[in-house]
């Protein structure tokens, strides 16, 4: 990782004159193609293998939902068993929230954050790789019960329990195989990668800015990001000693949840929702942020309100922790907590609903161009309104109790989903697209993939409003003809054939666009931040010269004021080039084969295999430390004045 400069300017170069290098190569200079991406410390390549990575799960848990769909399109099916159905009730949950939004939101976090404060990298490159290779870790901890239907002598399939995971359902009494194991190990490991890099993401943001950016002049995502982050590093230790607990519980004959011994089952819904609500916000708060960043361009004015879009969501942050037991209303909690956590239900709708004023007030009288990008964003504000207006009809814990475990909140909680970050993280694919591939998606095929996302969403969705009021419960694997379900199930399955073609088509348009699309220059959109102000695709170093920021909207400052920025980079690369130029970390193995370390001591130990779990664990140490050693290292690029690059090593 760089190592900052004992004493430096706001430009990064340091009082003190560097030694000259001593030896000076042609460009390009860095491992390319395999071995290239498996060391790469560039926050843009790990973001785009997050990316890759939560699309692929994306696919996957959408296939999943399919399936479950397909057993419920008519009464008393036998499409697949009830064993199956509880396999892919647990994967799809699990999948879609830890493997498919979560690591899409992160992959956005790499990719941008960097660019939007003016920075090179993050603070911390290598922990970066390690928090990527650590997710995939996670995700095949998670998965790799999968085998057992191609190899019947693993003893582990699919977690069956619910991907929520309620006690007594984890205990050995109804998971005795290793499925459960997988599932808690999996889980673990995804939550240290999910800390590691928001630990990152938080000294970013905060040491890196360019000179010039305060932080109520940062762009509405990266502050997004920064509350994201800090809810990820004070929610995720609840869950993770939730999860501890019934690792001793499975394997070492503690009774933390175990009734019989003195346990309470009721504990682990409290330790699984004070994560869990967060949660929701964690996942909801950067697509908030992506619109945030989209409906300005598109409407040709600064986003109204930016304060109170900002402070509004540090408090929903903040509000957010005071409402776990809202899923709980029906466990006898009592009167008095049950209505302190409805009222405090209720006022999370209130930076809520000011954000959504706020993106009001910015299309309102403004030069609004409707495209693709500008669609899936007031798609968003749409479904999401919503889903959060179902959502407040839950704050009312006697209208919970009717709702409680019913379709209804399936409707509910997919209009969030799905109808919210789902749609801004299409929205966000669309609109930075071009700065990381350099070519403009086909706006036909993009408007018609969203009329088809959007159709298909609300036929699927809509209609499981009326099935839970008519009484049909969530987690059911099928039902009888006379219950009257059975047409809201026919409508819900169709569109969600509908909904799937459309996910099809609008990722296939971005194959056919990276390979065939109308190449674009650096900013197709007339965009506001930092990131459209450099060349697409990013080079390496993101930045020539390090920006000074003038206001808000910066690149937007950039563009009416050149001859002063200009002179101003002028200084910048001259001050750099004669301190060292500009440096960059290496390339390096060892997160990779801490990670592999990682992976080989979970599963050694899901499985009960002691000797094989203390090699993975060696290795694991063996990792980390070598690349302790590794120092600061590194390398500097020399820009001429015709854009030749050139290496130096010190």
Same mark, same amino acid.
């Given at each position: 990782m760089a190592q900052a400069p004992a004493k430096s300017d706001p430009h990064g170069g340091a009082e003190h004159a560097a030694p000259k290098p001593i030896e000076l190569l042609p460009r390009p200079r860095a491992k390319t193609g395999l071995v290239g991406w498996l060391t790469t410390v560039d926050h843009k390549k790990i973001g785009l293998m997050y990316a890759a990575g939560a699309i692929l799960f994306f696919l996957v848990g959408g296939l999943e939902a399919l399936l479950i769909r397909t057993q419920l399109i008519v009464p008393n099916?036998?499409?697949?068993?009830?064993?199956? +159905?509880?396999?892919?009730?647990?994967?799809?949950?699990? @999948?879609m929230v830890f493997l498919a939004i979560m690591p899409l939101n992160a992959a956005f976090f790499n990719l941008l954050i960097p660019l939007q404060i003016g920075a090179r990298d993050v603070a911390f490159p290598r922990l970066n790789t390690f928090s990527l290779w650590t997710w995939?870790?996670?995700?095949?901890?998670?998965?790799?019960?999968?085998?057992?239907?191609?190899?019947?002598?693993?003893?582990?399939?699919?977690?069956?329990?619910?991907?929520?995971?309620?006690?007594?359902? /984890?205990?050995?009494?109804?998971?005795?195989?290793?499925? @459960?194991?997988?599932?808690?190990?999996?889980?673990?490991?995804?939550?240290?990668?999910?800390?590691?890099?928001?630990?990152?993401?938080?000294?970013?943001?905060?040491?890196?800015?360019?000179?010039?950016?305060?932080?109520?002049?940062?762009?509405?995502?990266?502050?997004?990001?920064?509350?994201?982050?800090?809810?990820?590093?004070l929610a995720l230790p609840?869950?993770?000693?939730?999860?501890?607990?019934?690792?001793?519980?499975?394997?070492?004959?503690?009774?933390?949840?175990?009734?019989?011994?003195?346990?309470?089952?009721?504990?682990?819904?409290?330790?699984?929702?004070?994560?869990?609500?967060?949660?929701?916000?964690?996942?909801?708060?950067?697509?908030?942020?992506?619109?945030?960043?989209?409906?300005?361009?598109?409407?040709?004015?600064?986003?109204?309100? *930016?304060?109170?879009?900002?402070?509004?969501?540090?408090?929903?942050?903040?509000?957010?922790?005071?409402?776990?037991?809202?899923?709980?209303?029906?466990t006898g909690m009592g009167t008095v907590a049950t209505a302190a956590f409805a009222v405090a239900t209720m006022a999370i709708a209130v930076p809520t609903g000011v954000k959504i004023f706020n993106w009001i007030g910015t299309l309102w009288g403004g030069h609004i161009v409707t495209r693709t990008p500008m669609m899936f964003a007031l798609g968003f504000i749409w479904m999401f309104m919503l889903g959060g207006f179902s959502g407040i009809m839950h704050s009312a814990a006697p209208a919970d109790a009717q709702?409680?475990?019913? *379709?209804?909140?399936?409707?509910?909680?997919? +209009?969030?989903?799905?109808?919210?970050? /789902?749609?801004?993280?299409?929205?966000?694919?669309?609109?930075?697209?071009?700065?990381?591939?350099?070519?403009?998606?086909?706006?036909?095929?993009?408007?018609?993939s969203f009329w088809i996302i959007f159709t298909g969403f609300n036929t699927t969705f809509f209609p499981m409003h009326f099935l839970g009021l008519n009484g049909m419960p969530r987690r059911t694997w099928t039902y009888d003809a006379n219950m009257g379900w059975n047409e809201g199930n026919l409508v819900a399955t169709l569109g969600a054939y509908v909904l799937g073609l459309g996910i099809f088509t609008y990722f296939a348009v971005l194959i056919y666009t990276y390979f065939k699309g109308q190449k674009c220059g650096?900013?197709?959109?007339?965009?506001?931040?930092?990131?459209?102000?450099?060349?697409?695709?990013?080079?390496?170093?993101?930045?020539?010269?390090?920006? @000074?920021?003038?206001?808000?909207?910066?690149?937007? *400052?950039?563009?009416?004021?050149?001859?002063?920025?200009?002179?101003?980079?002028?200084?910048? #690369?001259?001050?750099?080039?004669?301190?060292?130029?500009?440096? #960059?970390?290496?390339q390096s193995w060892y997160p990779l084969i801490s990670a592999i370390g990682l992976l080989v001591a979970m599963l050694a130990f899901a499985f009960h295999h002691i000797p094989l779990a203390l090699g993975g664990g060696a290795i694991l140490f063996l990792g980390c430390y070598l690349w302790s050693l590794e120092g600061p290292g590194g390398y500097h690029i020399h820009i001429d004045d015709k854009g030749n690059e050139t290496l130096s090593r010190h």
């Open positions: 099916n036998r499409f697949i068993s009830a064993q199956l +159905y509880n396999e892919l009730f647990t994967m799809h949950g699990t @999948t995939v870790v996670g995700a095949i901890l998670l998965n790799v019960g999968i085998l057992s239907y191609i190899f019947p002598n693993i003893k582990a399939g699919l977690p069956d329990m619910g991907w929520f995971g309620y006690a007594p359902l /984890t205990s050995k009494l109804f998971t005795p195989d290793a499925s @459960t194991d997988l599932w808690v190990v999996g889980l673990q490991v995804l939550g240290l990668s999910s800390i590691v890099a928001s630990l990152n993401f938080i000294v970013t943001i905060i040491n890196l800015r360019a000179p010039g950016l305060t932080m109520m002049r940062l762009p509405v995502f990266t502050w997004m990001a920064l509350i994201t982050s800090f809810l990820l590093v609840p869950i993770a000693i939730a999860l501890v607990e019934v690792m001793f519980d499975r394997n070492f004959g503690t009774s933390f949840f175990e009734v019989a011994n003195g346990g309470q089952p009721i504990l682990w819904q409290h330790l699984f929702w004070v994560f869990g609500h967060p949660e929701v916000y964690i996942l909801i708060l950067p697509p908030m942020g992506y619109v945030s960043e989209i409906l300005p361009t598109f409407s040709r004015k600064p986003l109204f309100g *930016y304060p109170i879009v900002v402070f509004s969501g540090a408090a929903i942050g903040f509000i957010g922790f005071g409402v776990w037991s809202h899923h709980m209303f029906t709702q409680n475990d019913s *379709y209804f909140v399936v409707a509910h909680f997919h +209009y969030v989903l799905i109808g919210g970050a /789902t749609f801004a993280l299409l929205a966000a694919i669309h609109f930075w697209f071009p700065k990381f591939f350099g070519r403009l998606v086909p706006e036909f095929w993009g408007k018609l650096n900013d197709p959109w007339d965009a506001r931040t930092l990131e459209w102000s450099i060349p697409s695709p990013p080079p390496e170093y993101n930045f020539k010269a390090i920006p @000074t920021v003038h206001a808000r909207d910066a690149w937007w *400052y950039e563009k009416h004021h050149k001859e002063e920025i200009a002179k101003e980079q002028a200084e910048h #690369m001259k001050a750099e080039a004669e301190h060292g130029g500009i440096h #960059m970390p290496d």
